[in-house]
């Protein structure tokens, strides 16, 4: 009976090189799988907190629909206190 124990075979340069690639890749992937988590809670958060509000507000117009076209040049300084 043999004494090798060494079932990974971690002598091996080349599969240790495979492993350390695969480990950065799970761990890219769990980072990816966090980060994406995060923004579907954000979404589902605004989405529940939209369904709060009353319909009259979900469905008025848009209080400035031209906003954009706007020449910020034309509008007189104002400010903020």
């Given at each position: 009976m043999s004494e090798n124990n060494d079932f990974l075979n971690t002598n091996d340069?080349?599969?240790r090189l495979?492993?350390?690639i695969l480990a950065l890749m799970l761990k890219g992937a769990g980072y990816?799988?966090?980060f994406c988590l995060a923004l579907w809670l954000v979404m589902a958060v605004v989405i529940g907190i939209g369904k709060l509000l009353p319909a009259e507000s979900?469905?008025?117009a848009d209080p400035t629909p031209v906003s954009f076209l706007i020449d910020p040049a034309l509008v007189p300084?104002?400010?903020i206190v």
């Open positions: 340069r080349s599969f495979r492993a350390d990816a799988l966090v979900r469905d008025a300084d104002r400010h």
